[in-house]
């Protein structure tokens, strides 16, 4: 069976940088699930995925803009410390913000100063080009509850994850 919309692909995978940095990866632990075609992966692998059968090991170069999109220098802001009040802000800190639409964003804490904190709403993997090796475990239909419920629930699709 292929890798097509709506197939419940099971993975394995590493990710690096263009200088052989290894960012992430499944090894030693469970392969990654989820429904091929609904946008639970970025559009780069994604599309290198289709046509792939169980067995395959491919490895395959994804740019910044097929992966986590180029970095927006816009997105990288000194606010004033005010803004967090009674709070310990450190460097590598988390929080969801507002943009000046209104729509909310996850940022990243770049500095701290006593009279401002830099934050950056890129995502971390922002502008860089990705390297993933893959090998493909497991594809199979995806069932209608999955479909339903807009992920896989597991390899063999029993996850017991109760809903």
């Known amino acids: 069976m292929s890798i097509e919309q709506n197939k419940v692909?099971?993975?394995?995978?590493?990710?690096?940088?263009?200088?052989g940095n290894e960012l992430d990866t499944s090894a030693g632990s469970e392969p990654l699930v989820f429904i091929h075609g609904t946008g639970s992966l970025i559009s780069g692998l994604e599309k290198?995925?289709?046509?792939?059968?169980?067995?395959?090991?491919?490895?395959?170069?994804v740019v910044a803009?097929?992966?986590?999109g180029e970095r927006h220098e816009e997105?990288?802001?000194?606010?004033p410390r005010a803004m967090f009040e009674g709070m310990e802000v450190e460097v590598g800190?988390?929080?969801?913000?507002?943009?000046?639409?209104?729509?909310?964003?996850?940022?990243?804490v770049l500095d701290v100063t006593d009279e401002e904190v830099v934050v950056d709403g890129n995502h971390p993997l922002s502008g860089i080009d990705l390297t993933f090796d893959v090998e493909i475990v497991a594809v199979r239909?995806?069932?209608?509850?999955?479909l339903a419920h807009g992920h896989a629930h597991g390899i063999d699709g029993h996850s017991g994850h109760g809903h």
């Open 48 to 61: 290198a995925l289709v046509g792939k059968k169980v067995g395959d090991k491919f490895a395959v170069e």
């Open 9 to 19: 692909v099971a993975m394995h995978y590493s990710v690096s940088d263009k200088a």
């Open 93 to 108: 800190m988390r929080f969801r913000a507002a943009d000046p639409s209104g729509r909310e964003q996850s940022v990243i």
């Open 141 to 146: 239909d995806a069932t209608e509850e999955e």
């Open 65 to 68: 803009a097929e992966a986590y």
């Open 75 to 79: 997105l990288t802001q000194a606010v």
